[in-house]
Every structure is written in structure tokens, then in C-alpha cells.
């Protein structure tokens, strides 16, 4: 648990680092002595601010997504039904979830509805996506590398455009 709670300290301060850089009511924020904001989770991964300062996280070895607010107060907030790794927030405040057993990527809306965007890319199946990013062009890149290994490379990235077309990358 003590290393649980350490990664949550550093995730949470290299966050708030980069989030004080585009952010003027974090920039007076003091960075240097970085607190413990909550322990006790089952491997936490994803870790994702909201426009508000609350923390999200996935429970890798859970089907739960979670949130830290800054007082330490931690609930969940969806139950996807699948492990899940990566998490991302669009513009709107909408939540990404890459369901790694799932083999898919969902949505959480700001209503509190969860729904499928995508478990294909160029008509095939994903594998298990893990990671997530904004790109160029406001497309959202994520990895899909389960099954990979040196003698078995067959991970990818894929994109998901405007207008919810999926596709290979690379």
C-alpha cells in the first residue's frame, strides 16, 4: 500500500505540474512538498485530472473508475465491467475509458451515462487498448498492444477521428 500511495503522490504532482503550465489558478500552487491524497487502491493506473482538480484513476486489477477530489475524498464513479487502463477527458468534460478486457473504448458523459465508442478499428477487433492521448486535428490516438512481444509484433495505434471513424495508424 505504501507504494501505491507514493505513485499516486508522484503521478499527482507530475499532473499538477504539467496542468500549472496552462493553468493560472494552479501556477501558485507549491509543488515541493507533495502530499499523500489517498491510499489503498488496487493498482492504480491512468491517472487523469478534471477541470475542476479532481484526480481519476482506474483500478487496473478492478472493473472501477475512480476519483480523488483534492481533500482526499475518494469514490467511485463508473463500474465499466471490464480492467481498465487508459482515461482521457474531452473539452466537454466527457471521460474516456480504454477497457483493457473489454477490448473496447467507452464514454462517460457528464450526465453519467456510459456508452460504447468504438471496439473495431478498420473493421477489426481491438486487442486490449491501453493508452490514450490528444493529437493533431483534435483525432484521439490510443495504443493496442496486448498479445505483442518480441517475436509477435502485433500491436498498434490507433486514431479515432471527428466524426467516430476508427483507424489504424500504425
Known amino acids: 500500500i505504501k507504494n501505491v500511495a507514493v505513485f499516486i503522490a508522484v503521478c499527482t504532482c507530475i499532473l499538477l505540474s504539467c496542468a500549472a503550465m496552462h493553468s493560472p489558478d494552479l501556477q501558485d500552487w507549491d509543488f515541493s ?5 489517498a491510499s489503498g487502491f488496487n ?3 491512468a491517472p487523469m485530472l478534471d477541470r475542476d482538480g479532481n484526480l481519476y484513476i482506474v483500478e487496473y486489477r478492478t472493473t472501477v473508475v475512480s476519483k480523488i477530489t483534492p481533500d482526499g475524498t475518494v469514490s467511485p464513479v463508473v463500474d465499466t465491467g471490464y480492467l ?4 482521457l ?5 466527457n471521460l474516456y475509458i480504454l477497457c483493457w478486457t473489454g477490448k473496447r473504448i467507452l464514454r462517460y458523459d457528464i450526465d453519467g451515462e456510459l456508452s460504447l465508442v468504438t471496439a473495431l478499428s478498420d473493421g477489426d477487433s481491438l486487442r486490449g487498448p491501453n493508452d490514450i492521448a490528444w493529437g493533431p486535428g483534435g483525432r484521439i490516438y490510443f495504443t493496442d498492444p496486448h498479445g505483442t512481444n518480441e517475436k509477435n509484433p502485433v500491436g498498434a495505434v490507433h486514431y479515432i477521428d471527428q466524426d467516430g471513424a476508427t483507424k489504424t495508424f500504425a
Do not use: C, K, M, Y
Request: net charge negative; glycine share 12%; proline share 18%.
Open 33 to 37: 512538498n507533495p502530499a499523500v491524497l
Open 43 to 45: 493498482h492504480p493506473e
Open 84 to 87: 481498465n487502463n487508459g482515461l
Open 89 to 93: 477527458f474531452d473539452p466537454e468534460g
